[in-house]
T-cell receptor, first 109, second 115 residues
Framework: SQQGEEDPQALSIQEGENATMNCSYKTSINNLQWYRQNSGRGLVHLILIRSNEREKHSGRLRVTLDTSKKSSSLLITASRAADTASYFCALDSGQNFVFGPGTRLSVLP | EAQVTQNPRYLITVTGKKLTVTCSQNMNHEYMSWYRQDPGLGLRQIYYSMNVEVTDKGDVPEGYKVSRKEKRNFPLILESPSPNQTSLYFC??????????????FGPGTRLTVL
């Protein structure tokens, strides 16, 4: 069955550094989405990339998608303490969404 | 303000006592979904609905019921809650555009404890 897998599970960096997290999946998708969750709160949508797109930018976020490798990466540039959160990829297979277990990002001041 | 609301936000109950968690969205979205979130397991989908009167099981539907009688509401029903249903629950909605859904909008979550 479809499943998203993020790696690393946890990432700790200094403020100003870049953070990269990856998502791999198994079957074909319509689009892939990235979400952020601050501790115990609802998820917030960050960016959506469609299956026919390879790269997308939104502010300090850059997402790539490689459908041949069934993988995506999320890059956060010039990180800030406020970026500390959990990040999830979500796979849209046409009828439902499947989330990965997430990457816990800590940005140290 | 466009939003997804859930009630209650916190609930402590006892095994076997039926409960309903309400979810409502004011964005006229076709798609609605319920997730539970447990430590180390991420979000797991319980049920989803692609439109009024259309519901489908997600990955972990056992012990839950849903209904979609109106477009804006998607209540989650636990007929006989058990301690293993202690979790953080999220409702979400999404618009359908073209051949695919788009970003999901999440409610603030309901923290349920079953004793």
């Amino acid at each position: 069955s479809q499943q998203g897998e993020e790696d690393p599970q946890a990432l700790s960096i200094q403020e100003g550094e870049n953070a990269t997290m990856n998502c791999s999946y198994k079957t074909s998708i319509n689009n892939l989405q990235w979400y952020r969750q601050n501790s115990g709160r609802g998820l917030v949508h960050l960016i959506l990339i469609r299956s026919n797109e390879r790269e997308k930018h939104s502010g300090r976020l850059r997402v790539t998608l490689d459908t041949s490798k069934k993988s995506s990466s999320l890059l956060i540039t010039a990180s800030r303490a406020a970026d500390t959160a959990s990040y999830f990829c979500a796979l849209d297979s046409g009828q439902n969404f499947v989330f990965g277990p997430g990457t816990r990002l800590s940005v140290l001041p | 303000e466009a939003q997804v609301t859930q009630n209650p936000r916190y609930l402590i109950t006892v095994t076997g006592k039926k409960l309903t968690v309400t979810c409502s969205q004011n964005m006229n979205h076709e798609y609605m979904s319920w997730y539970r979130q447990d430590p180390g397991l991420g979000l797991r989908q319980i049920y989803y609905s692609m439109n009024v009167e259309v519901t489908d099981k997600g990955d972990v539907p056992e012990g839950y019921k849903v209904s979609r009688k109106e477009k804006r509401n998607f209540p989650l029903i636990l007929e006989s809650p058990s301690p293993n249903q202690t979790s953080l629950y999220f409702c979400a909605s999404s618009p359908y555009r073209g051949l695919a859904y788009n970003e999901q909008f999440f409610g603030p979550g309901t923290r349920l404890t079953v004793l």
